[in-house]
């Protein structure tokens, strides 16, 4: 056994999951290659990029690029498959819920290849969410499964997974904030775009069920006129509500009097953004768990969530598209009336580290 692992990565919140890895595997000199299966691909993903991270450049490139759901899964399937038929690893380690980390799964697994799986067990019980299929697909299919909260290894058990096979390690995001943190305080992104701390909103919103639909977008198109009435919003707008905001002509629907409204972001320059924001309005998953660490108040534009240890000990709450709840936990944070995270325990910056000695302990030594 050559004891060589693949890290698999095809979005950009996969390289943030990695990159703790990647450190704590040098440091311990294991052997590894980074796979990018290109899933996601812009400038932010370039060289510059995985030069904020501190990781090296993935040694293999699957080129991938976006389509369909189907699609991308079958094509990153024929491409890792070939991958794995000229060189096996001892194993393939996947992360997150993307197209990406199913499809490298199921491709390993077929070969006889073991799977670990990092943020295994997380559930939104929304099977509209293509990532809650991707989720508990991946983790059927895994030999090792790392949880990132209680309530995750709850889930699996339920699902019928062997308690042997369910290791509780943290969140490796935690990791990930906190090894940049220091960089970010640094940067000076509060001068560049006119905004004083702790005195504007961040808000993000890509998801189908709120921007791909007329309907859902003037409902997103309200609460920011809303809440800019209230406070100025920084708004990095991700492609997706861009195109769908000018597809349905709600451009000038926006009131444009306190808002501020920019391509997306760097991490680190998002991160800052995070840190001296008043509150952020959001759909992503990490976000809810860095605002969470950070103790910033976030409120999710969603109907669930798959990290309800944000709500019960964090300082997200679910808000959906729901006006009435909205402009009620607005009011309460800018009246200082809103609740305080939690300690959450294993959120402290030692996922990877945690994760590394079990690969050691359990699979290195098999």
């Known amino acids: 056994m050559s004891n060589l692992i693949y890290l698999v990565a095809g979005a950009r919140p996969n390289f943030m999951k990695i990159a703790p890895l990647i450190k704590e595997f040098l440091k311990e000199n294991i052997k590894f290659k980074i796979i990018h299966t290109g899933q996601h691909y812009d400038y932010n993903m370039s060289k510059v990029f995985f030069d904020k991270l501190g990781i090296p450049e993935p040694e293999i490139h699957l080129n991938v690029g976006s389509a369909s759901h189907a699609i991308q899964t079958a094509k990153i399937m024929i491409e890792f498959e070939k991958v794995l038929l000229n060189e096996e690893p001892d194993l393939v380690l996947v992360v997150g819920d993307v197209n990406s980390t199913i499809a490298c799964a199921l491709v390993a697994k077929k070969l006889f290849i073991k799977v670990a799986h990092v943020e295994a067990g997380l559930r939104s019980f929304d099977f509209r969410m293509p990532e809650e299929i991707n989720r508990i697909l ?198 200082n009336n809103y609740k305080n995270g939690q300690t959450i325990e294993k959120w402290d910056g030692q996922t990877a580290k945690r994760i590394t000695k079990i690969i050691k302990q359990r699979f290195l030594t098999e």
Do not use: W
């Open 138 to 335: 991946t983790d059927q299919l895994s030999d090792y499964l790392f949880t990132s909260e209680k309530s995750a290894e709850n889930n699996l058990k339920k699902e019928g997974i062997s308690p042997e096979k369910i290791f509780f390690v943290g969140n490796i995001m935690i990791d990930n904030l906190l090894m940049n943190l220091e960089r970010a305080k640094n940067i000076n992104v509060l001068k560049k775009f006119n905004l004083e701390k702790k005195n504007y909103a961040l808000i993000t919103c890509h998801r189908p069920s709120n921007v791909d639909h007329k309907e859902d977008l003037e409902q997103i198109v309200e609460i920011l006129n809303f809440i800019q009435e209230k406070i100025k919003i920084f708004f990095p707008i991700h492609p997706r509500t861009k195109k769908n905001l000018k597809k349905y002509e709600l451009n000038s629907n926006i009131k444009k009097a306190n808002i501020i409204i920019n391509d997306p972001v760097g991490f680190l320059e998002f991160l800052n953004l995070m840190l001296n924001s008043r509150f952020i309005l959001t759909d992503s998953g990490g976000i809810q768990e860095e605002a969470s660490y950070l103790n910033i108040p976030v409120l999710t534009l969603r109907e669930n969530t798959e990290r309800p240890i944000t709500v019960e000990k964090g300082t997200n709450t679910i808000v959906n598209k729901d006006f009435k709840k909205i402009k009620k936990y607005v009011n309460d944070i800018l009246s």
